[in-house]
C-alpha cells in the first residue's frame, strides 16, 4: 500500500517568515495530494490539494508543489502569521482508492 | 451549508464497556469515513462507508465496526473496552461516488477516555 513521510514533526519560525513541510509517497499510481490543517480542539480542515497533472497551485500565502518524478510534494507557507500555528497533515490518494494515506503531522507553531 | 456533527465530543467509560459514536455527514454526502487518532499514531483508518456498506475497512480489530443509515448518517461501536482506545476518533464525509478523490470534509471529533 500507500506510505507518507512528513517531514519536519515539528517547525518552529517567526511571524513573517515562510515555513515550508515536505512530504514523499511510495505509490506512483497516487495522483490527488490533500493538505489539511488542524487546531487544538478541532479537526482537520481541508487547505489547499493538488491533482497529479497539475506542478504548482497557490491560494494567497499557501501553495503545494508536485514532483511526480521525485515523489515528493511541499506546502509553503509565506509571511507566516500566529493564526497559523496548528498541526498540518498530508496526504496521498492511490489511484483507485477512496482512502487517503496520511503523514504523521507537522506542529507549526510561529512566534509573534 | 452545516459542517459534519459529531455526538458526544467527550466519553469516558472503563474498561470492559462498550460505546457508540454518532456521526451526521454534510447534507449530500454518501461517503463517511471514521479515523482514530493517538499522539503516537497519527491519523489511522478505520473503515468508509457508502450507501449503507462498508466499502474499506482499516486494520482495526473486529472490536471496532461501524454502520451506516439511509440517510447516510453513521454510527461506530466499540466493544470491550481497552486502556488503549483512548483516543479523539474523527468521522469525515465526502461526495466520493464513480469520482474518487474527492477532500475529507472532518467533524470536531469524540474524545474518548478508557479507564
Known amino acids: 500500500g500507500e506510505n507518507v513521510e512528513q517531514h519536519p514533526s515539528t517547525l518552529s519560525v517567526q511571524e513573517g517568515d515562510s515555513a515550508v513541510i515536505k512530504c514523499t509517497y511510495s505509490d506512483s499510481a497516487s495522483n490527488y495530494f490533500p493538505w489539511y490543517k488542524q487546531e487544538l480542539g478541532k479537526g482537520p480542515q481541508l487547505i489547499i490539494d493538488?491533482?497529479?497533472?497539475?506542478g504548482e497551485k497557490k491560494d494567497q500565502r499557501i501553495a503545494v508543489t508536485l514532483n511526480k518524478t521525485a515523489k515528493h510534494f511541499s506546502l509553503h507557507i509565506t509571511e507566516t502569521q500566529p493564526e497559523d500555528s496548528a498541526v498540518y497533515f498530508c496526504?496521498?490518494?492511490?489511484?483507485?482508492?477512496?482512502?487517503?494515506?496520511f503523514g504523521r503531522g507537522t506542529s507549526l507553531i510561529v512566534h509573534p | 451549508k452545516a459542517g459534519v456533527t459529531q455526538t458526544p465530543r467527550y466519553l469516558i467509560k472503563t474498561r470492559g464497556q462498550q460505546v457508540t459514536l454518532s456521526c451526521s455527514p454534510i447534507?449530500?454526502?454518501?461517503?463517511v469515513s471514521w479515523y482514530q487518532q493517538t499522539p503516537g499514531q497519527g491519523l489511522q483508518f478505520l473503515f468508509e462507508y457508502f450507501s449503507e456498506t462498508q466499502r474499506n475497512k482499516g486494520n482495526f480489530p473486529g472490536r471496532f465496526s461501524g454502520r451506516q443509515f439511509s440517510n447516510s448518517r453513521s454510527e461506530m461501536n466499540v466493544s470491550t473496552l481497552e486502556l488503549g482506545d483512548s483516543a479523539l476518533y474523527l468521522c469525515a464525509s465526502s461526495l466520493a461516488g464513480s469520482s474518487y478523490n474527492s477532500p475529507l470534509h472532518f467533524g470536531n471529533g469524540t474524545r474518548l477516555t478508557v479507564t
Open positions: 447534507s449530500g454526502h454518501r461517503s
Open positions: 493538488i491533482r497529479s497533472n497539475v
Open positions: 496526504a496521498a490518494s492511490e489511484g483507485g482508492s477512496y482512502i487517503p494515506t
